[in-house]
């Protein structure tokens, strides 16, 4: 039998789209984040762990090995383990497009490097139980479509190097499918790209319920759509299922979350799908039941928790507490339908 699914925070919702990052409202610390994860209570079930964005304020790609140790105390003292890990791929100290020039492609596996050498630290402390190094392409959709085929023949061609990395490391990497990443962008370019890399095992997927969620309207890629809108609900499922099926073997990290079916930006972030409340009334998935379909066999795919991803929500609602027990609550729903599945 599959072991239970353990329930993970992210803590990128602090940063994603805030001041840092060109956005009107103010970071949110990881100290604060983290205070929220911990205090999260749907019963006796709480937060197992988070995952960490390992950006400026949050966590520099340039802490000392001392300072990472330091790091895992305080995680661990709240009780919670460290899982995946999204390396600072877009730019700054390290970081650069997939797809740029020698020096770009140089930088972004530099960001990789970073990760690697971050996770080690963790998992030596014992605070980091598992997860995957997280990884997009850095690139835009405009900047991608001016040569498709070259560009995605260079972004395999950077994430080969950089699964080769990670391996090296007995890391993982999963790259993101999110609409607004150049190369990424719907199912059928995400599902060539990683064909092309054909690292299965070592480079693969981290689905979103909120971002898959418009790969099925083709937003940003009309041809590659699957639904229309006022699709009926047995269309829906019948897209769901054969998208899930395509990109499922290669998913080894997994986000809870939902979507209204728009797309949302702030900052330095382009638009790309919305992050919702667990409970918004304009939700358009069935959380726990569209979880089922990419969690399949999640043990196989050496899959140990889910994380809850709500980019770019106000910080009026991530500062309620009440905001991260509804959260739990819809974590606790996935958990435990996968355990008697």
Same mark, same amino acid.
């Given at each position: 039998m599959a072991e239970k699914l353990k329930l993970h925070n992210a803590m990128w919702p602090g940063l994603v789209g805030k001041a840092s990052q060109g956005g009107d409202e103010p970071d949110i610390d990881l100290d604060t984040m983290l205070e929220l994860t911990a205090n999260a209570r749907v019963g006796e079930n709480k937060f197992d762990g988070v995952d960490l964005f390992l950006f400026d304020p949050h966590i520099s790609p340039d802490l000392d090995d001392a300072a990472i140790k330091t790091l895992a105390d305080k995680i661990a003292d709240k009780g919670l383990d460290v899982g995946s890990m999204v390396a600072p791929v877009w730019g700054g100290t390290v970081g650069g497009p997939a797809m740029g020039s020698d020096e770009d492609k140089a930088n972004f596996l530099k960001a990789v490097e970073?990760?690697?050498r971050i996770g080690g630290v963790l998992n030596d402390h014992g605070v980091r139980k598992g997860g995957v190094i997280r990884i997009d392409s850095a690139s835009s959709v405009a900047d991608w479509a001016k040569d498709p085929s070259g560009n995605t023949a260079a972004i395999a061609d950077t994430f080969?190097?950089?699964? =080769?990395?990670?391996a090296d490391h007995g890391e993982r990497i999963a790259a993101e499918g999110e609409v607004c990443?150049?190369?990424m962008h719907s199912w059928k370019d995400m599902l060539d790209l990683l064909e092309q890399v054909d690292m299965q095992g070592t480079v693969g997927f981290q689905a979103d319920l909120a971002h898959t969620y418009l790969y099925l309207l083709g937003i940003n890629a009309p041809e590659h759509a699957v639904l229309k809108e006022g699709?009926?609900?047995?269309?829906?499922?019948?897209?769901?299922?054969?998208?899930?099926?395509?990109?499922?073997?290669w998913t080894t990290d997994f986000h809870v979350a939902q979507n209204d079916g728009t797309?949302?930006?702030?900052?330095?972030?382009?638009?790309t799908g919305r992050h919702c409340p667990a409970d918004d009334v304009n939700g358009k998935l069935d959380i726990t039941?569209?979880?089922?379909?990419?969690? =399949?066999?999640y043990d196989q795919r050496g899959i140990k928790h889910i994380c809850w991803d709500g980019c770019m929500f106000s910080n009026e609602k991530l500062l309620q507490q009440e905001t991260w027990n509804t959260i739990l609550a819809a974590m606790v729903d996935v958990r435990d339908a996968m355990a008697t599945a």
């Open positions: 970073v990760a690697c080969r190097k950089a699964g =080769k990395i990670a990443w150049g190369g699709y009926s609900e047995e269309e829906f499922w019948a897209a769901y299922e054969s998208m899930t099926d395509k990109l499922r073997p797309v949302h930006g702030s900052g330095d972030h382009e638009k039941a569209c979880s089922k379909y990419w969690l =399949k066999d």
